[in-house]
């Protein structure tokens, strides 16, 4: 059996390469469109990855990356014992869970909500009030927030909120001073501002469910609800498990541009992230880009491992994951 097999390696390899012609002689056109994205992946995704053996040596701009001394896991030994990282890992990870509880399942539910809409200009309003903060950059959002949450002062009233707050009696807030308060301020806003990008992916779902089994869901005497949670959910299902791995991706990485324009010293205890915490003790100031590519290091193999957990427990669940 063993001679067998090693005598049709050969075949099957000539047979893979003949299929691959093939395919290139078939689909040469769009091979080619890809081509471009497929470079600059190379290029600015794979070809960067030389930069990672920083995280294991010490860093000297006049003898650069290549030439620069190891020193092992030395760097790894200080990111562990470093007070300032424990604090931005377990900030980012909070932040990142409120996210997932209660950003993840708003989306799918409000997903569910606008495509029970009947009134078709209704719904098309719903959809485009959905998904416009989504188009605005986090500059411009965090700006609309900051506006919206201002601290009244000599000179004018506050923002929108303290204003209603103090119409009703109550005394203003400094929402964006009070880190109690500032991590429910990063989710709800994240909330708005990426629920339309949800919404499209889980809306083009269910435009797939074939329209004859809600018809004859309807002549068994089925509800909207019945229908919602009988057919709609099971068949969008596979894209919220994709959906769910993607966001468990990012379960140790945070939104800097979200996090960089709404947080200030006051809040750092719970505010400070590690992405803002990595760029400060590198590009925004520091020195420290080997402390920074070992963090960076870490961090993407723990994403890359909880990735890896998930799509298998969803697999379990006979529900298609990302591999």
């Not at 497929?38 to 003898?63: E, H, W």
């Amino acid at each position: 059996m063993k001679g067998k097999s090693a005598a049709e390696t050969p075949l099957d390899q000539r047979s893979l390469l003949q299929r691959f012609a093939v395919y290139m002689r078939k689909y040469w056109f769009i091979y080619l469109l890809v081509l471009p994205g497929l470079i600059c992946m190379i290029v600015f995704n794979y070809g960067t990855m030389y930069g990672i053996q920083l995280a294991f040596k010490d860093y000297s701009p006049r003898l650069g990356v290549w030439g620069s001394p190891w020193v092992g896991f030395e760097h790894f030994r200080e990111m562990i014992a470093d007070p300032n990282f424990i604090r931005a890992f377990k900030n980012t990870v909070i932040i990142n869970v409120y996210k997932l509880l209660f950003g993840f399942t708003f989306n799918v539910f409000l997903a569910l909500l606008i495509n029970e809409m009947k009134i078709r200009r209704v719904k098309s309003v719903v959809q485009t009030c959905v998904y416009l903060p989504y188009f605005l950059s986090w500059v411009i959002f965090a700006g609309l927030v900051q506006v919206f949450l201002e601290y009244p002062s000599a000179a004018d009233l506050g923002g929108v909120v303290n204003q209603v707050i103090a119409s009703l009696g109550g005394t203003p807030i400094d929402f964006l001073k009070t880190p109690s308060m500032f991590r429910g301020i990063l989710t709800i806003s994240n909330i708005i501002k990426t629920a339309g990008y949800s919404a499209i992916v889980y809306f083009a779902a269910i435009a797939g469910i074939n329209p004859t089994l809600y018809e004859s869901a309807a002549i068994d005497g089925a509800n909207r609800k019945d229908m919602m949670l009988h057919i709609t959910l099971p068949r969008i299902l596979p894209s919220v498990a994709v959906m769910l791995i993607l966001e468990l991706a990012g379960l140790f990485v945070s939104n800097f541009d979200q996090v960089y324009n709404l947080y200030s010293n006051y809040v750092l205890s719970t505010g400070d992230v590690l992405s803002t915490y990595i760029y400060r003790i590198s590009l925004g100031g520091g020195t420290e880009f080997e402390l920074s590519t070992a963090m960076n290091l870490v961090l993407n193999l723990m994403g890359l491992i909880v990735v890896l957990i998930a799509n298998k427990f969803i697999e379990k669940l006979d529900v298609q994951g990302i591999f």
